[in-house]
């Protein structure tokens, strides 16, 4: 008998702490990954505006839009990842990369690409070493 009612509370008490891992867990992915779905929509439209007529004007706002994002990169991450250099440094490459677009777009949709092209790269370089 007192070995079913330890076992039983061995359940409830072992349930109890998986659930509340569990739940940190996810607390702790959800706004990094919020803030890579963000990211990913704004960089969809971007490269979808880089591809239209008008492309400087739809290209605006997300390229204003991943400069902000970009700088939460760093900071949504970082109960994930703390004080790690090599993540923190792909992170300021992409804000180095968002703002330099936002800033200078170039002239014309061919500009505007070449602009967009280190954004990508920021991208997948962080990926490559981070991303499962
Ligand atoms: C500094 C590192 C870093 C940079 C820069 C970065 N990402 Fe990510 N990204 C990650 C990591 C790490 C994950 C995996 C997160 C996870 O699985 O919890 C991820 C996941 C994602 C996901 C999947 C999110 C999900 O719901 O699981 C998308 C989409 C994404 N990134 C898009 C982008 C785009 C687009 C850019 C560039 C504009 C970018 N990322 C730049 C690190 C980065």
Redesign the pocket.
Known sequence: MRLLIGLVIGFVLGGFVGVTAFKALRAS?EL??GV??T??YH?GELREAAKASDCLGQAEPHLQA?ALLADD?HPS?AELLPDDEI?NG??AK?VTATRNARDNPGVDCKALNEAIAP?RD??QA??RD???
């Open positions: 992915t990094p990954r890579m779905q990211t990913a960089f991943l990169v991450f993540f792909y992170a992409l954004i920021a991208c962080c990926h981070y991303k499962s």
